[in-house]
Every structure is written in structure tokens, then in C-alpha cells.
């Protein structure tokens, strides 16, 4: 467990009371990133691989069920834009372990109109987890989870991964921009603040980041700006290596760092 850099007793009870005011949300960016004990009153449900189209998703049904949300902090990166992530409900790479987790979110035929589903492997999934062995458990929220250690040389592969698609670069995904829109509209709707979190990135991950990214990225968070949603850009902190999990999340001790950091920063915005 990271150092706790002088919160008292008094922050860790309100950290972990039952009653969720803050919502952490995206994908493993954050999901290791944000340490929910640095925030008030605050859960991390973000989950490795989550595209935005299950983010919106997931923030309807948390907050259907926990209206006390009055803030929400979302992962906001490069690879949150890329096409790639159109294809995690179709492409057995992925879709496997979407559906285990977001089965009961998921509405078909409803999202098929905008994202390609898988729909017998859906159907498999559904009755497997429901019928063959029911547990009746919703595996959708996740949790904050990260580990001690550090190696950054995967940035290659990684930007393989989350940029290019059949050895062809991806294209700027229409559908998560669509769907970032969606989250910002709901958030504007129920009067949440919505503070958008780009976490440092190593810099062998990020000068691998193809141009037309950056643009795009660029390009959304004015757009976003001129209505009224911050984004908070960490993207190019300088961060020793010993903090980075791997080239493109931070490690237990950087998550420490980050969260303490952006916990008062968003003090400073108040």
C-alpha cells in the first residue's frame, strides 16, 4: 500500500463510507492510476479495456442506483479514440471478457445499431453465467487495482495494440466520440461535474502516438472546453520510470503520487 502522505483518520472513514459521491470511470488507465482513499466519499469501477460505449453504459446503472454521485472523474486518453475499440464486442480477442463483465449491460439489439455484437457469443455468455452455473453476481463495476513493480519496454507493442487494426493504422472512432458525448451529456443532465483525467504517459509510449491522435485529441478536448468540461492533461508529466507500471500506467508508488496530485488540484478548482 502506498504512503498516505498525511491524510488523517478522518479522510479514510470518509474514503470508504458506503455512500459514493465521486466516480472514477474508464478504462485500466485509471483503474490504476486513481486510488479511490485519496478522494472523498470516492469508488473506482473502472476496468481494463473499456470502451467508452460500456463506460456510458455503466455510469447510467451506477448512477440509477447511487443518485448521490456528484462528481465524476473519466480516463481520457489517445487510445480511448481509436477504432480499435470499436471491435471488443465482436472480435473473440476481446468480446469473451466484455461480455462476462458487461452482459447484463448490454442490450441487444439496441447497441448493435451502433457497435458490432457478437450476439451468439452473448447469448452463450448470458446463459452460461444465468443458467449453467448462476451466481447472479454483476461483475461490471471494477475496482482499483495495481502492483509494486516496473517495466516500460512494452511501448511498442502497446501502440500496436491501441492504434492500428489488420496491420492498417485505426481510424479515429466515430462511436467513442459519440459516446464520450453521451457521457458528457448525461453528466450536464443530472448536474455531476465531469472532470475528464489524462494520466502520465511513459515517453517511449507517447512519442509512438501517431500524429492524427494527437490531433484528434486535441481537437475534442477544445470542443469540450467551450462547454464548460475541464480536462485535466497529465499526459506529459515527467515521471521517473520506478513510478510506471509498464510504458502507458503508472505503478503502485506513481499511483500514490498521481492521486495525491490530482486530489488536489481538484481542490484547487472548487
Known amino acids: 500500500m502506498g504512503v498516505m502522505y ?3 483518520k478522518l479522510d479514510l472513514i470518509d474514503a470508504f463510507g458506503t455512500d459514493s459521491n465521486t466516480l ?17 466519499k470516492a469508488r473506482n469501477i473502472s476496468q481494463t479495456s473499456e470502451p467508452y460505449v460500456i463506460t456510458f453504459l455503466k455510469l447510467k446503472r451506477f448512477f440509477n442506483r447511487h443518485p448521490k454521485v456528484d462528481t465524476v472523474l473519466l480516463g481520457f486518453s489517445y487510445n480511448n479514440l481509436s477504432s480499435y475499440n470499436d471491435y471488443k464486442l ?20 439496441e447497441l448493435s ?38 517495466n516500460v519496454k512494452n511501448a511498442e507493442r502497446q501502440i500496436r495494440i491501441h492504434f492500428f487494426h489488420n496491420k492498417k493504422q485505426a481510424d479515429i472512432s466515430k462511436v467513442s466520440l459519440k459516446y464520450l458525448d453521451s457521457i458528457v451529456n448525461f453528466t450536464i443532465k443530472n448536474r455531476i461535474k465531469l472532470f475528464l483525467v489524462s494520466t502520465p504517459l ?23 472546453a467551450k462547454r464548460g468540461i475541464i480536462t ?15 510504458s502507458h500506467h503508472l505503478n ?11 486530489s488536489n488540484d481538484l481542490k484547487n478548482l472548487q
Open 252 to 262: 503502485e508508488y506513481g499511483s500514490s503520487r498521481f492521486s495525491l496530485q490530482l
Open 6 to 8: 498525511g491524510y488523517n
Open 24 to 40: 472514477i470511470l474508464g478504462d485500466s488507465h485509471l483503474q490504476k492510476a486513481l486510488d479511490p482513499k485519496y478522494f472523498y
Open 113 to 150: 445499431k451502433m457497435v458490432p455484437v457478437d450476439y451468439h457469443g452473448l447469448i452463450k455468455t448470458k446463459f452460461k453465467e444465468l443458467c449453467l452455473f448462476p451466481h447472479f453476481k454483476e461483475n461490471w463495476e471494477g475496482d482499483y487495482t495495481n502492483f509494486e513493480y516496473s
Open 232 to 246: 485535466l492533461d497529465y499526459s506529459q508529466m515527467q515521471y521517473d520510470d520506478s513510478l510506471f507500471l509498464d
Open 202 to 224: 511513459h515517453p517511449s509510449y507517447l512519442k509512438r502516438v501517431p500524429k492524427e491522435f494527437k490531433n484528434a485529441f486535441l481537437k475534442e478536448k477544445s470542443k469540450l
Open 90 to 109: 465482436s472480435n473473440s480477442r476481446w468480446s469473451h471478457e466484455m461480455f462476462k463483465r458487461y452482459y447484463s449491460l448490454i442490450k441487444y439489439p
